[in-house]
């Protein structure tokens, strides 16, 4: 089940990023091409290969990659966030090292900030996705989605909406109670406003008059 939601995020990403590159190359502005390198279900990498600075008369190259992730602090609910590293790349030794890093969260707060204090050199295959940016940089082939965007900023608030749950529906809005009700009263049912009240019954009949008395017989004479 948990490959599956990833398998699901991961596509709905792909999507995000589809549009985003339609809706960012249609902007008339000095769009720039990135390569988006997703290293796990829950991170993403961004090169900008026109960042990358030559080392004078050294097969080495320096670049910042900026490293999306879903949930910076390992905590949880999870805060996305993102890590900017300055890494080196020997592209005759095939080998990588970072020289430093700062993470941000999803707002832009400074979270940590740090310089290699003995930068070491390692395989450029040490990782799929250092291995993907050392090609990005070395070779110019990227691996990935290709968007076109003003920013890297854009890209990765893009990269972080990916991971927001949907939208819940709005609660249905009620008409308001009319004028005068009283609270807990019953509306009426429609049709019968201004219908006149009911004919009470009719009273019972009053009873007939009590028969006359009889007359008195007259004497005989």
Sequence with gaps: MRAKLASVNSRR????????????????????????????PDAWSVMDPEGVERVAGSPVRKA????????????????PGYVRTLTEYDCQAQRTRW???TAFSRSGALLVS????????????????????????????????????DSVAKVVIR????????????????????PGAKPGTQAAKPGTQGAK????????ATPAAKPAASATPTKPR
């Design 13 to 40: 990403a792909l999507a995000s990023l589809a549009f985003a590159a339609v809706a960012l190359a249609a902007a008339p502005a000095c769009a720039r091409i990135f390569y988006v390198i997703q290293s796990s």
């Design 64 to 79: 910042w990659d900026v490293r999306v992730q879903r949930n910076i602090l390992s905590g949880d609910p999870p805060q």
């Design 99 to 101: 020289r430093e890093f």
């Design 114 to 149: 740090k310089v290699n204090p003995n930068p070491e050199w390692g395989p450029a295959d040490e990782s799929s996705d250092t291995y993907a940016a050392y090609r990005v940089i070395c070779e110019g082939a990227g691996q990935g989605a290709v968007l076109s965007a």
């Design 159 to 178: 990269l972080m909406g990916s991971w927001d749950p949907p939208a819940q529906p709005l609660a249905p809005v009620l008409p308001p109670p009319a």
């Design 197 to 204: 009240p009911p004919t009470p019954p009719a009273k019972a």
